[in-house]
Nanobody, 115 residues
């Protein structure tokens, strides 16, 4: 059984930084695209950023230039570095991984940007 476990959420002041990580475990031969999505209260879930197995990335316009995404294929882990955080970045951030044509999700981690 595949599991995704997220780390790194928390409370940060506007302008601050946080780093989220997501590690996949279980019987995994290879992982396709990995990414992060977020859902703020009263809003639909939205894509934040994705990264393919070859390292090609895509970002939501709202985070371009502030967030970076990387992955360590040997560790089945993806990292989301979030800089210059804004109050509107407050949301539950969830990790996603495409494995053997199935989508797997982490449990979500809360990110709160507030002074």
């Amino acid at each position: 059984q595949v599991q995704l476990v997220e780390f790194g959420g928390g409370l940060v002041q506007p302008g601050g930084s946080l780093r989220l990580s997501c590690a996949a475990s279980g019987y995994i031969f290879s992982i396709g695209t990995m990414g992060w999505y977020r859902q703020a209260p009263g809003k639909q879930r939205e894509l934040v950023a994705t990264i393919t197995s070859l390292g090609s990335t895509k970002f939501a316009d709202s985070v371009k230039g502030r967030f970076t995404l990387s992955r360590d294929n040997a560790k089945n882990t993806v990292y989301l570095q979030m800089n210059s955080l804004k109050p509107e970045d407050t949301a539950v951030y969830s990790c996603n991984a495409r494995i053997a044509s199935l989508d797997y999700w982490g449990q979500g981690t809360q990110v709160t940007v507030s002074s």
